[in-house]
């Protein structure tokens, strides 16, 4: 059984017990077991590592857990009052901001193919209350919808580090892994 077990039993319980909240209309949990695997072989590349919608945290938390510099920003603040609460719980000492991930120097643009189906586009900015910004990040976690895969690559090499990384779930692919060169 993995250390993390009870984290992602209590983490499971929270979201069936609030299905129907508004705050959780956005979020679905990945494969945690899937994404500590990754993690795991991640350790020791990377030092900060940043979740995009971090939901109720685990994933931060397990980050944390694992010797990364953490952090989760979430557009929902009760999700965020929640992975603060675990965070605590389990000893992590992952950082939570409420607001948006999409730094605000991003330019979205559909002409790209930028999709946007259930990423939120209307919250401030989350970085600032972090004290930090998108390019100070190795590693980038988040779970997309299916069709804003390309998006999320764009915001990075646009608004990231050239060479960091970025670890996504999806539903039906499982884990991908891509390492960010620049746009230009
Ligand atoms: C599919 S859930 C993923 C939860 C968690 N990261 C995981 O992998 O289990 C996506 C989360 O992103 C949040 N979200 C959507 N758009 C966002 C945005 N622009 N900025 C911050 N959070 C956002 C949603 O509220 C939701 O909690």
Redesign the pocket.
Known sequence: MSEFQPLWDEAAEIWDANTEEPSFR?????D?RA?YESLVLLQGHARTFL??????G??SIMASRMGFEAYG????AE?VEYARLLSRAYQADAKFAA????PEDFEWNPARGHEIS????D?GS?YAELDMELRDFDLI???PWPEEHDLYQNIIQDCGRPGSLLLS?DAQEGINLVRIQSAG
């Open positions: 956005g979020y679905v949990s990945a945690y994404v979740e995009w919608g971090s939901g109720l685990v994933v920003i979430e557009a929902e999700l607001g948006n991930f999409m259930r990423t939120v586009m919250s989350g976690y988040a779970y779930y």
